[in-house]
């Protein structure tokens, strides 16, 4: 085999095997969904509360690769500082923006969003009084390690500014880690 017939035959199966990979659209890209969840911890802003558990569930989608909007579901329980059975049950329903910058595996991202929060007092494990629900807002940090093409590992900030339920503050920070896959 000659060298130009050699080069040619090489050429052809580059073109046939790399086709493929060339055809892959990476991720994030227009008309892409993701689900995700996080867990974490909640810091109170209100005086007398204590740290708590949060975890939140969501799906998103991508208008472009840059900016998406995120659904999700987010459960917080501070407890009082005083009275450790006793704590403030915080359920946020709501709607994010985000935007990210490309960084290769590496994705941070900002956003805000809106969102009811539906509050209720627990006396050991158990309800106290009525629940309420408040508007709020959420400010959002983060950043994506994507470990494949599908699939990340994620660390966020959210700052919820909640409005006041009879003189309580429900706003604070969740600090989170969690994963997110792509289809």
Known sequence: MTAKARLFTFAILISIF?????????????????????????????????SG????????????????????????DPKVERQPG?????????????????????????GAGLGAYFLQARNNGHNAGDSQTKLGGTLIGGVEFFTSDTFSIKGEARYHMVMKSNGYNPSGLALTIGAKTYF
Do not use: C
Request: hydrophobic share 40%.
């Open 86 to 110: 006793n704590s403030i049950r915080l359920i946020r329903i709501g709607g994010d923006l985000l935007h990210n910058w490309e960084g290769g595996s590496i994705h941070p991202f900002v």
């Open 53 to 76: 558990p949060v975890l939140q569930g969501f799906y998103e989608s991508y208008f472009d690769a840059r900016n998406s909007v995120r659904l999700g579901v987010e459960w917080a």
């Open 18 to 50: 790399a086709t493929p990979a060339w055809a892959q659209r990476r991720v994030p890209h227009k008309g892409s969904g993701a689900i995700g969840g996080d867990v974490g911890i909640f810091l109170p802003r209100q005086d007398g509360m204590d």
